[in-house]
C-alpha cells in the first residue's frame, strides 16, 4: 500500500497570519497527525482485507500458520463453496462443514430487511406528519410516550415478545422475524419529525386551501420534498434490520428462516471439538458483509452527513 | 396443533390490538380536522407502538413476578421471589453486573479518547468524505461480522494479530480464552467498530466552532494544547454528553459479540469462566437456555432501573453542560 | 404523478414479497409441506437440498424427524428410505449441528413446531419432561413385542424417570478411549501395546504419567522426562484434552476420577446430591491442571480456541481422549495423523473405567399421528436400522448383534476398535449421570473447571464452593 502522506495544505492549521511555511513544529505535528489518521484508516479496513486472504486460502495452509501477507495458495474455491457453486464431488473434500446454506440465509436477509425498511418507514412517515403537522388533542403526550420507547432495552420487550409471536404462532416464520420492527420505531418517528418540522409551511398551506386533504398534501408535498432525509432512514434501517441479530437468534431457530447473521453464528458452532472452518467462514463473512458495503459506497456521502446531523441537533 | 398461520402478519396483529381511540372522545381542535385525521396517519404506528413496545414494557413487568418457563408457557405469579434470588442469592448476577460494568468503564474511555483523537486530527487536516467514510465503514458491519473477523484475527494460535506480536517476540497472546483478557479485548473490539462513528459525531460538534475563536487564541500566542483545554472541550461538551449517552446506554447493552465470539468451542458463551458473561447474555441465557423466563425477567427489569439511573444523571450533566458560542 | 406510481407499485410488491414468504416459510404443521419450493418472490437459486420434494400427498402419514450428527445422517436416510417402503409412512430428517441443536429445539417446542421424534440425549431428557414435552412410550411398549431387554445392559433403563415412564428407547451406545498419533509414539519410541497397559494415579501420574512425559517435546527437543524440559515452549503435548470439562467431563476427566473412587452421584440415574465435594474427584481434576502447568497436557486456551481434536489432527497433543462416535473423523482418509486406540489407563481401583452413554429417540407431545412416530421410533431402535448403522460403522449401536457388525466394519476398515468395546465386555462402565437440573448444575460447574485448570484456583477450594450451591439444586 503507498499513500501520499502529502496532505495538501488545508490552510485549517495556520491562522490570519497567512504564512507560507509552518513552523517546524507544526510540520511535525502535522506528519503526526497525519500518521494518526493513515493508521486508524488502515486499522479499518485491514480486518476486511485479511477475511479475503483467508477466504482465498485453504484451511490446511491456515493451520500450518503461514503469516505471509498475500493468501499462500489464492482460489475461489472457498467462495464457490459457501455459494453452493461447486459439484457433488468437490464439496465431498469439504465434509464436516456443517449445513450452510448461504443463498437461504441471503435470501433471508434481504427478504426481511427489504420488507423492514419499507413498511418501517412509510408507517413512520405518516406518524411522523401527524406530530409534525397536525393538532390533536394529547399530541405531544403521545410523542412524549413515543420517545420514552427509545430508552427502552430491547431485551426487556424481548421476552415478552417471543411470547406474543410465539401467542400468534409466528414463531419461525419470516413475519415473525419482521413483525416487530414492521410498523414503527420511536427513533423512526423522531428523525422524520425533526426533519418534517423544518420544512417551509407556505407551500403546504397553500394546497390545503386548494382543497387538498392532508392525505394528498402527505403524499405529494411532504413526501417529496423530505425525499433525502427519508432515503437517508432508509438506508439507515436497512443496515440496522441486516445488523440484527439477537430477535432473529431467539425467533428463528429453524434454518429456513434464519437470517445471515444467525446463520453465519451457528456456522462457527458446527462441530464440537473442531476448529471452525474458517476459511469458508471468512468467505461467507465477507459476502454476508458485501451488501452493505455496495449500499455504503452508493450513499455514503449521505450517510456520514446524516449521522453528522444527529450529532449537532 | 395450530392452523397454518395468516399470511400478512399485520392482520393478526390489528386483530390482537384491543384498543382503538375512540373518536368521538377528541374534539377536533379549531381549524383542523383534529384526530379524524390524525387517526388514519397514526393507526400502523399506534398498532406498532402498542403491540411491540408498550404492552410487551408492561407484561414483561408482570413476567418477573411470576415463574414463567417458554416451554411448558404457563406460570404463576410468585411475588418478590425472583428479585430475592437476585440480591440474596445469585453471585452470578453479580458476577455479570460486575463484568459488565468493567466492559463499560472500559469502552467508554478507549472509544472517547480514540474518537476526540480522530475528530480533531479530521478537523485540522482533512475534510475529505473518503477519509469519513472509511471510518464509518466497521460501523455499518454487523456486530456478528465484526465479532468473527476479530475471532479469527485475534485467535490465540492462528490469529494474524499473533504473528504480529510474535515478530516483536511477544505472545502468544490469548485474547478470547484468558480471563483477564477477554473482557478488554471485546471492549476493544466494540471501539474499533464505533470509533469512526463516534468520531464523526465530534467532528459534527468541531464543526460549529467558530474557527475565529482559535485565530484570536493564536494572536494571543496560546498554544495548541492550551486552546485544546479552553475553547475546543468547554464548547464541545453538549456533544461529548450526547455521545457519552449513547456509548454508556450501548455498551450496558452488549450482547452480540460476546454470543459469538466467546465460549470457544462448544464451551458456553460468556466464558472463560464467566469472566465475559455481560448482563444481556445472563438474561438471554436465563430466558432461553435454563428456562427461566421469569427470572430473566426481573433481571432485565433491574438493568431498564440502572439505564433510567444512568440517562437521568446525564441528563443533568447534558444541561449543566449547555454551552452557548457567545 | 410518477412518484406516486411508483411508491404504489412498490408496496403492491413489498406485499407480494411479504405474502409469498409467509407461505413460504413453515408452520408448524406441514401436512402440503413444499419446502424448498421456491415462490416467485426473491428467488435464489439454490436451496436446501431437502428430499422432501417428491413426497407423495396424502400417502400415510409424514413424520418429521431431527437429528444433530452429520457423519450419521446419510445412514438414518437409508434407514427412513427402508421404512417408508414397508409402512408407507414419509420420513423427513432434518439435521442441525450440536451448537444449535437445543436451542432450536427448544423454540420449536415453545412455537408448536417441534419435530415428531427426535434424537435426544440424556444430559437434556429430564428437563424435557419436566416441562411436559415428550410422550411416555411405555403404552406403546406394551402393545407391541419390543424387548427392552435386547440392549447392552443398562442403557434402555437410563430413559426411564423414577415415576416409571420411559421417553427413548435407545439406539446406539458410546465408550471413551486414548487416541493415539501412532507416529509421535514411534518417535519416542512408544508403541500401542505400551499404551494399552499403562496405571494411572493422582499423585505422581503412574505409568501414564511418564507415559505422557516422554511424548512431550519442547522448542529445544528435549522431552518432557529430561530436567531441562521447558514448559513455556512446547511444541508437542503428551496428551490433549478433548473440550472443555464442563460438570461431568464425558470425554475428558470421568474415566480418570471414577477410575480413582469417585462417583458423580449418590445414584444414578436421578440422584438428589452430587459429590463435587470428592476429594478423588479434587485430585484427578488438580493432576490434570498440575500437568497442564508442566507442559504435558494442551493448555486449556488452546483447546476453546482450536478444539482438541484440532490439537490433535494437527500434531500438537500426541494422544487425547476422545468418543467412539469420533472413530471415523479421526481415522478417515484425509487425515494427515495415523491413529490408533487404547483403553484409559487402569486408576487406582485396578479398572480401566469409561463413561457409558447412548442416545435414544423420543417422541414429542405434539406429534401428530403418535402411532406412526412410535412406528418410527421402534424401527430405529430395532435390528433392522440398527445393522445399516453397524454396517455403516458410524456409531456402535445398542443391541449387541449390530455393534457387532460394526465392530467387523471397522476392522475390515483396518481399524482396531476393541479399545472401545473393551469396557462393554469387562463390564468396567459406568452410566452417564442423569440429572433433573444439567443445564444448571453444567453453569454452575463449568466455570470453575475452567477456572482450575487454568491454574487460578485449586481444585479443592474450586470444586468445593461449590458443591452446596449444587446440591441445593438437587434437592430442591
Redesign the interface.
Known amino acids: 500500500m503507498s499513500t501520499d502522506t502529502t ?1 495538501k495544505a ?1 490552510g ?2 495556520e ?3 497567512g504564512d507560507d511555511s509552518p513552523a517546524p513544529a507544526a510540520r511535525v ?2 506528519v503526526a ?2 500518521t ?2 493513515i493508521f ?2 488502515v ?3 485491514f ?2 482485507y ?2 479475503l486472504r ?1 477466504g482465498l486460502s485453504n484451511n490446511g495452509v ?4 503461514d ?1 505471509s501477507f498475500l493468501p499462500p495458495d489464492a482460489s475461489l474455491i472457498n467462495f464457490q463453496r459457501v ?2 457453486l461447486l459439484s457433488a464431488e468437490e464439496a465431498a ?1 469439504f ?2 462443514t ?2 450452510f ?1 448461504f ?2 440465509a ?2 433471508n436477509s ?2 426481511i430487511a ?2 423492514v425498511t ?2 418501517q418507514v ?3 412517515a ?2 411522523a ?2 406530530f409534525a403537522r ?6 405531544d403526550k ?1 410523542f412524549n ?2 420517545l420514552a ?1 427509545l ?14 409471536i ?1 401467542d ?9 422475524v ?3 420492527f ?3 420505531t ?1 427513533f423512526a ?1 423522531f428523525f422524520l419529525r425533526q426533519f418534517f418540522l423544518g420544512i417551509n409551511r407556505s407551500i403546504e398551506e397553500a394546497a390545503l386551501l386548494d382543497g387538498a ?3 394528498r398534501t ?3 408535498i411532504i ?2 420534498m423530505a425525499a433525502p432525509q427519508i432515503t437517508t432512514l432508509a438506508v439507515l434501517t436497512y ?1 440496522q434490520s ?5 430477535w432473529p ?3 428463528a ?5 434464519q437470517p ?3 446463520a ?3 456456522f ?9 472452518d ?1 476459511s469458508a ?2 468467505a461467507a ?1 465477507l459476502l ?2 458485501l451488501p ?2 455496495i449500499l ?1 459506497a452508493f450513499t ?2 449521505r ?2 452527513d446524516s ?6 441537533k | 396443533m395450530s392452523s397454518t398461520a395468516p399470511p400478512a402478519s399485520e392482520e393478526a396483529a390489528i386483530a390482537a390490538n384491543p384498543q382503538k381511540p375512540k373518536q368521538s372522545l377528541f374534539r377536533a381542535t379549531q381549524g383542523d380536522a383534529g384526530w379524524r385525521v390524525a387517526f388514519w396517519f397514526l393507526l400502523p404506528s399506534l398498532i406498532g407502538f402498542l403491540t411491540f413496545f408498550l404492552i410487551p414494557g408492561l407484561r414483561g413487568l408482570y413476567i418477573a413476578f411470576t415463574d414463567w418457563n417458554l416451554i411448558a408457557n404457563s406460570g404463576s405469579f410468585i411475588g418478590l421471589d425472583n428479585f430475592e434470588r437476585l440480591l440474596n442469592d445469585d453471585p452470578q448476577f453479580w458476577n455479570s453486573m460486575r463484568v459488565t460494568a468493567w466492559y463499560v468503564f472500559l469502552n467508554i474511555v478507549s472509544q472517547t479518547i480514540l474518537s476526540v483523537t480522530i475528530a480533531v486530527m479530521m478537523d485540522r487536516l482533512t475534510n475529505s468524505i473518503f477519509v469519513r467514510g472509511v471510518m464509518l465503514l466497521p460501523y455499518l458491519m454487523p456486530n456478528v461480522i465484526v465479532a468473527l473477523l476479530w475471532l479469527w484475527m485475534l485467535d490465540g494460535n492462528l490469529g494474524v494479530v499473533n504473528d504480529f506480536l510474535g515478530f516483536f517476540g511477544i505472545g502468544p497472546v490469548n485474547f478470547f480464552t484468558d480471563t483477564t483478557n477477554v473482557i478488554p479485548t471485546i471492549a476493544g473490539i466494540n471501539t474499533w467498530r464505533h470509533m469512526g462513528y463516534t468520531a464523526l459525531l465530534i467532528f459534527a460538534g468541531l464543526q460549529t466552532i467558530p474557527k475565529g475563536l482559535y485565530e484570536a487564541g493564536a494572536l494571543d500566542g496560546s498554544t495548541e494544547a492550551q486552546m485544546f483545554r479552553s475553547i475546543t472541550i468547554p464548547l464541545l461538551r453538549p456533544v461529548l454528553a450526547l455521545v457519552l449517552v449513547l456509548t454508556i446506554v450501548g455498551s450496558f447493552q452488549v450482547f452480540d459479540t460476546v454470543q459469538v465470539a466467546t465460549g470457544g468451542l462448544s464451551g458456553q458463551p460468556g466464558g472463560p469462566a464467566n469472566a465475559s458473561r455481560v448482563i444481556y447474555l445472563y438474561i438471554f441465557q436465563n430466558a432461553f437456555n435454563f428456562n427461566d423466563m421469569g427470572y430473566a425477567a426481573a433481571i432485565s427489569v433491574v438493568l431498564v432501573i440502572l439505564l433510567l439511573v444512568v440517562t437521568v444523571i446525564q441528563m443533568r450533566l447534558l444541561r449543566a453542560g449547555e454551552s452557548d458560542l457567545a | 404523478m410518477n412518484r406516486m406510481k411508483y411508491l404504489r407499485l412498490l408496496a403492491v410488491l413489498a406485499v407480494l414479497a411479504m405474502l409469498a414468504t409467509a407461505c413460504n416459510s413453515r408452520t408448524g404443521d406441514d401436512a402440503d409441506e413444499a419446502d424448498g419450493e421456491d415462490t416467485a418472490a426473491a428467488d435464489s437459486g439454490d436451496d436446501a437440498e431437502d428430499d422432501g420434494g417428491d413426497a407423495p400427498a396424502g400417502d400415510g402419514a409424514t413424520i418429521e424427524y431431527w437429528l444433530w450428527d452429520a457423519n450419521q445422517q446419510p445412514f438414518y436416510e437409508e434407514c427412513a428410505t427402508a421404512f417408508t417402503d414397508e409402512t408407507g409412512i414419509n420420513i423427513e430428517i432434518s439435521q442441525f449441528g450440536w451448537g444449535d441443536y437445543w436451542t432450536n429445539l427448544t423454540t420449536s417446542f415453545a412455537s408448536d413446531t417441534a419435530p415428531d421424534v427426535f434424537t435426544n440425549h440424556l444430559a437434556r431428557y429430564p428437563e424435557q419432561v419436566e416441562s411436559g414435552v415428550l410422550l411416555p412410550l411405555n403404552d406403546f411398549i406394551d402393545g407391541s413385542d419390543v424387548d427392552t431387554e435386547q440392549y447392552f445392559a443398562g442403557l434402555a433403563e437410563l430413559w426411564v424417570v423414577p415415576e416409571g415412564d420411559r421417553f427413548g428407547l435407545p439406539k446406539d451406545f458410546d465408550t471413551v478411549a486414548l487416541v493415539l498419533n501412532t507416529d509421535a509414539l514411534e518417535e519416542a519410541g512408544l508403541s500401542t501395546e505400551d499404551a494399552a497397559n499403562l496405571d494411572w494415579n493422582p499423585d505422581d501420574g503412574g505409568s501414564f504419567g511418564e507415559f505422557i512425559a516422554q511424548l512431550s517435546v519442547d522448542g529445544n527437543g528435549n522431552t518432557g522426562t529430561s530436567p531441562d524440559f521447558d514448559p513455556s515452549n512446547v511444541t508437542q503435548y503428551g496428551f490433549g484434552i478433548e473440550g472443555p470439562f464442563g460438570a461431568f467431563g464425558q470425554t475428558t476427566f470421568s474415566g480418570f476420577a471414577v477410575s480413582n473412587g469417585y462417583q458423580a452421584l449418590n445414584e444414578n440415574p436421578f440422584g438428589d446430591q452430587a459429590n463435587f465435594d470428592s476429594p478423588e474427584l479434587h485430585a484427578t481434576i488438580q493432576w490434570f491442571a498440575d500437568n497442564i502447568e508442566a507442559g504435558f497436557i494442551t493448555p486449556i486456551e488452546d483447546v476453546e480456541s482450536l478444539g482438541g481434536t484440532t490439537l490433535f489432527q494437527n500434531g500438537t497433543a500426541a494422544t487425547m481422549t476422545n468418543g467412539s462416535w469420533m472413530i471415523n473423523t479421526l481415522t478417515g482418509d484425509e487425515t494427515e495423523v495415523p491413529v490408533e486406540f487404547a483403553p484409559l489407563p487402569e486408576g487406582p481401583t485396578g479398572e480401566s473405567r469409561s463413561m457409558f452413554n447412548g442416545l435414544a429417540d423420543s417422541i414429542t407431545q405434539s406429534a401428530e399421528d403418535p402411532e406412526a412416530a412410535w412406528q418410527w421410533v421402534e424401527y430405529l431402535a430395532s435390528t433392522a436400522c440398527q445393522d445399516v448403522i453397524g454396517e455403516a460403522a458410524v456409531v456402535f449401536p445398542a443391541i449387541p448383534s449390530s455393534a457387532e457388525i460394526a465392530q467387523n466394519a471397522h476392522e475390515s476398515n483396518g481399524v482396531d476398535v476393541s479399545a472401545f468395546t473393551s469396557y462393554v465386555e469387562n463390564d468396567t462402565t459406568f452410566l452417564f449421570p442423569i440429572t433433573d437440573s444439567a443445564s444448571q448444575i453444567e453453569d454452575i460447574v463449568g466455570p470453575v473447571m475452567q477456572q482450575i485448570l487454568r491454574g487460578e484456583v485449586s481444585a479443592a477450594d474450586g470444586l468445593g464452593g461449590v458443591a452446596d450451591q449444587v446440591n441445593s439444586i438437587l434437592g430442591s
Open positions: 496532505p488545508a485549517k492549521l491562522g490570519a497570519a505535528g502535522r497527525a497525519w494518526f489518521l486508524i484508516i486499522i479499518s479496513i480486518p476486511f485479511w477475511a483467508t491456515l493451520l500450518s500458520g503469516g455459494l453452493g473434500e465434509r464436516g456443517g449445513s446454506d443463498g437461504r441471503l435470501r434481504i427478504i427489504t420488507c419499507f413498511f412509510a408507517f413512520s405518516m406518524a406528519y401527524a397536525l393538532k390533536f388533542t394529547g399530541r403521545l410516550l413515543y420507547g430508552m427502552v432495552p430491547p431485551i426487556f420487550v424481548l421476552i415478552p415478545n417471543v411470547i406474543l410465539r400468534l404462532n409466528l414463531l419461525n416464520t419470516l413475519p415473525g419482521m413483525a416487530p414492521l410498523l414503527m420511536p418517528v386533504g392532508h392525505g402527505f403524499f405529494e413526501l417529496p443496515v441486516w445488523n440484527e441479530y439477537l437468534l431467539v425467533v431457530g429453524d434454518p429456513e428462516v445471515l447473521t444467525v453465519l453464528g451457528v462457527t458452532t458446527q462441530q464440537p471439538g473442531t476448529s471452525p474458517w467462514l471468512m463473512t454476508a458483509a452493505v458495503l455504503f455514503a456521502r450517510l456520514v449521522i453528522q446531523f444527529s450529532g449537532i
